[in-house]
């Protein structure tokens, strides 16, 4: 495996850094000025100054990066990944280059499972950032960690498809700009397990369907995106909103999270460099006990562990995309699931230590730690909790080894 980045991947770096530094991270004070807050999501408004730095972004050909084909940068994995750590070091920016979740996601689907109709109503207006997208899969009723558990409904009727059930965490839902959903449902329970399920695009004014309230994260609503439970009765759409047809959500469900598990890793990476960056900062300035914080107690070794924890899960990560673009997805399920629980884990850790180089400064909104520290916790449960990669992690390891002996588990 080449370290090296590609002169292509090199140039992305130098430039994404760049525009970084000159546009995104002096706004970030301004964007959390402008941005309405509060529990009432239809008096949400996406921030001016979001809308100019999407157009900056788009004119410096800083768009759409996440997608390998003609309809982005053409990168790889492993060339787009450096990019996604760079938007973690802001938790608003990735929205910016239009490589936010859940729209990447949702746009991998699209290019890849998506009908001549479904991509020219919805593709291209996310494609071009004029419109937002939620993707409807986790319900409280059930644990959402298993899939199978799924209660909502998407039952054929004649030329139609009717959608019932409740869903929540439904992220994005509640961005002003949000015209469309993925709705992953049951569509017949006799079919083979992973043949059950069918997704369904939804677009967010049809009939029956009402978000019901957005759901806090440690007190706060991540404004204008938010989290909603949605409810969705007798939701009627023509058969052409099925994607790729009835039966084929798990199908779609492995293609979509893959990718995406590499860009949520690395911007955790990125979140854990912005906050040993301040750390580092905190310490060298910050004087106690006739001590700069950086050569008091146990800190120096505080600031070496997280230097070598990120130094590691970034490598893990490098290698799972790496592998990603080699062998395919299932070829690199392992360490897919591997990265999901090292990299959040590692960020939550690092951020959670700059916290407290910091002292009460690192809980105000004066630095952005405590964004950080939210982000990095929901991570280790959105996309599937750690004990499930976890145990998929064994699953495969125990079928590995003990292939050398010809027992099979």
């Known amino acids: 495996m080449d370290f090296a980045h590609s002169p292509k991947a090199a140039d992305y770096i130098a430039r994404m850094n760049a525009f970084m530094q000159e546009h995104v991270l002096p706004a970030e004070v301004d964007y959390y000025a402008q941005l309405p807050t509060g529990a009432d999501w239809t008096l949400w408004r996406q921030p001016a100054v979001m809308e100019s730095l999407k157009q900056k972004a788009k004119d410096a050909g800083l768009w759409n990066l996440f997608l390998p084909d003609e309809h982005g940068a053409g990168l790889s994995n492993v060339e787009y990944a450096p990019l996604a750590e760079i938007t973690g070091r802001a938790g608003f920016s990735a929205e910016i280059f239009n490589c936010a979740a859940p729209d990447t996601g949702n746009m991998e689907v699209l290019v890849k499972y998506g009908s001549a109709e479904q991509q020219e109503q919805w593709l291209k207006p996310l494609l071009d950032g004029t419109v937002r997208s939620a993707f409807c899969m986790t319900e409280p009723g059930v644990a959402s960690s298993d899939a ?10 004649g030329d139609e498809v009717v959608l019932n059930g409740r869903k929540w965490w439904s992220s994005g839902i509640g961005h002003p700009h949000c015209r469309v959903l993925i709705f992953m449902g049951l569509t017949d329970p006799n079919a083979d397990k992973h043949r059950q399920h069918s997704m369904v695009l939804v677009p967010l004014d049809t009939p029956g369907v009402k978000i019901e309230r957005m759901l806090p994260v440690f007190g706060a609503f991540d404004e204008p995106h938010g989290h909603g439970e949605v409810s969705f009765t007798n939701v009627r759409l023509p058969l052409s909103a099925f994607i790729a047809g009835p039966g084929r959500g798990f199908e779609i469900a492995q293609g979509r999270l ?9 911007r955790a990476i990125g979140a854990a460099e912005m906050a040993l960056e301040l750390m580092c900062k ?14 008091l107690g146990g800190n120096p070794d505080v600031i070496a562990n997280a230097r070598m924890a990120i130094e590691q899960a970034r490598l893990l990560t490098l290698k799972a995309a790496w592998m990603m673009d080699t062998v395919g997805v299932k070829g690199a399920m392992s360490e897919i699931s591997q990265i999901k ?6 960020a939550q850790q690092v951020i959670d230590a700059a916290v407290q180089i910091h002292g009460g ?7 952005p730690l405590a964004r950080l520290f939210a982000y990095a916790r929901v991570l280790r449960l959105a996309d599937g909790p750690d004990e499930v990669h976890r145990g998929l992690i064994a699953k495969l390891e125990m079928r590995q080894q003990l292939a050398k002996y010809g027992v099979k588990i």
Do not use: Q, W, Y
């Open 148 to 157: 199978t558990n799924m209660e909502a409904t998407a039952i054929v009727d």
């Open 258 to 266: 893959g990718p995406g598990r590499i860009h949520h890793c690395m």
């Open 282 to 295: 905190r310490a060298a300035t910050r004087v106690a006990f006739g001590k700069p914080l950086a050569r």
């Open 341 to 346: 629980v090292v990299a959040p884990s590692m």
């Open 361 to 367: 400064m690192g809980v105000s909104d004066d630095v």
